[in-house]
Structures are given as C-alpha cells and as structure tokens.
C-alpha cells in the first residue's frame, strides 16, 4: 500500500523553526514529483512549496519564499521542509503529496495533479 507519513509538526514561538518531513511507505520516490501544502480550518488548502523528482527544481509560494526550504533524500524516501523564521499565520495543518512523473526536472502546483497525500501534521506557531 503506498502512503504517506508526515511528522514533525508541533507548536513553536514565533521565529523559531521546524522541519517537516514526509516519508514514503511501499513505494520510492525517485520519480515522484513533491509538494507541500497547508490548510487553516475555514480556509483553502494552499501550495507552500514544491519539488522535481530530481530535486533540482523547487518553487515556493511568495509567503514562504526565502524562509522555507524543500528538499529531499531519495535513498531515504523522504521529503523534507525546513521552516525558519516561523510566523503566526503559518500556523496550519501541513500535507504532503505525491505524483508519479517521467519528467524528472517538471515542478507540479496544483493539487489536484497529485496522486498520494499524507494526513497532514499540525504547526502551530504561537508564544
């Protein structure tokens, strides 16, 4: 069965920092494309960050850009999101998702392109 675990999340003051990483079970992410998505109850889900199957392309929405990094170690099955300087309204629920791609340099920002999604870890940012 092919899932996927985020873990990570947790509350924090804000500036501080996290790091989410979503791990792949029953399947390797080598030639799946990642993006991470968030949600505030009331609210759309919206893409935070994503990334090629090769990792060399990556793309970050303007709220997150130059605090946030995506990354990811294939031989891990992992995905990482490192979040610095955190901010209150970055409180959510964050998801991870997944799509098979033969392109391994493409970048994918809808969500309703992916295939496999996690169930999402909560970051609270609060003092």
């Known amino acids: 069965q092919l899932q996927l675990v985020e873990s990570g999340g947790g509350l924090v003051q804000p500036g501080g920092s996290l790091t989410l990483s979503c791990a792949a079970s029953g399947f390797t992410l080598d030639n799946y494309a990642v993006g991470w998505f968030r949600q505030v109850p009331g609210k759309e889900r919206e893409g935070v960050s994503f990334?090629?199957?090769?990792?060399?392309?990556?793309r970050y929405a303007d709220s997150v850009k130059g605090r946030f990094t995506i990354s990811r170690d294939n031989a891990k099955k992992t995905v990482y999101l490192q979040m610095n300087s955190l901010m209150p309204e970055d409180t959510a629920v964050y998801y991870c998702a997944a799509i098979r791609t033969y392109s391994s340099g493409i970048l994918y920002v809808g969500q309703h392109e992916y295939h496999y999604w996690g169930q999402g870890t909560q970051v609270t940012v609060s003092s």
């Open positions: 990334i090629s199957s090769s990792g060399r392309s990556t």
